[in-house]
């Protein structure tokens, strides 16, 4: 099978990668994931956003996971040359995963549409949660057998979690950055964090569906 780039280029992919592996890093070196990833940035836009997001969503150091519970950060700079992003994703986990609550705060300098780009963001977490935990490429032996809505599933808006979108350094002197898919990448690695701080297991393949959960809780 021919296969070409999700939205984000491979933005997304290697954006849950990298996340993840950062927690494992902090959880390998005692540290909060928050102040782990604000030991590793000199850029201050980039640590305003995580501080941010933080802030917005109250994150507590040290505050247990578990219990089918979990809480999770991410950050990137989308392509590394346009916005800024940080993102915290609330999750409960009993077979499936639920996202119930995420935040996010973004830098993409100068806004002409404040409104606009916070849209923008939304609607990037919006596809990036359904990314997370529903979509997935289907394949049977005649190819590719997920072709509507009920084989290749997506959220319902009644799996929409609550978003919150908050914009850093909105009114600057710095020139405006492109923020169309730049809360994509980091949405889904704060989701498989978050998994992650639920299980006490890390779950490294999308979807997180209800069969690699149960998989991972055998393992626990």
């Keep these: 099978m021919r296969t070409s780039s999700l939205r984000g280029l491979g933005a997304t992919l290697n954006v849950f990668a990298i996340e993840s592996f950062i927690d494992e890093l902090a959880l390998e070196a005692g540290?909060?994931?928050?102040?782990?990833?604000?030991s590793l940035l000199a850029d201050p836009r980039a640590r305003a956003v995580i501080e941010k997001v933080a802030e917005m969503s109250a994150w507590r150091p040290g505050l247990p996971g578990g219990a089918g519970h979990g809480r999770g950060i991410a950050f990137a700079?989308?392509?590394?040359?346009a916005a800024y992003a940080a993102v915290v994703a609330e999750v409960e986990v009993a077979e499936e995963v639920r996202v119930t609550r995420v935040w996010c705060a973004a830098d993409a300098g100068l806004v002409i549409n404040p409104d606009g780009a916070k849209n923008q963001l939304e609607g990037g977490i919006v596809q990036a949660v359904s990314w997370a935990v529903k979509e997935g490429v289907?394949?049977?032996?005649a190819g590719i057998s997920s072709r509507d809505w009920e084989t290749y599933p997506?959220?319902?808006?009644?799996e929409v979690p609550e978003i919150a979108c908050e914009l850093v350094g909105a009114v600057s002197?710095?020139?405006?950055?492109?923020?169309?898919?730049a809360s994509g990448g980091p949405t889904v690695a704060a989701i498989?964090?978050?998994v992650a701080d639920a299980l006490g297991a890390r779950l490294r393949d999308l979807p997180l569906t209800r069969e690699r959960?149960?998989?991972?809780?055998?393992k626990t």
């Design 31 to 38: 540290v909060d994931p928050v102040a782990y990833r604000l």
């Design 138 to 141: 289907r394949l049977d032996q």
């Design 192 to 194: 498989g964090n978050a």
């Design 77 to 81: 700079r989308y392509k590394n040359i």
């Design 213 to 218: 959960v149960m998989a991972a809780l055998l």
């Design 173 to 181: 002197d710095n020139p405006p950055l492109g923020i169309g898919e």
């Design 154 to 158: 997506v959220i319902k808006f009644s």
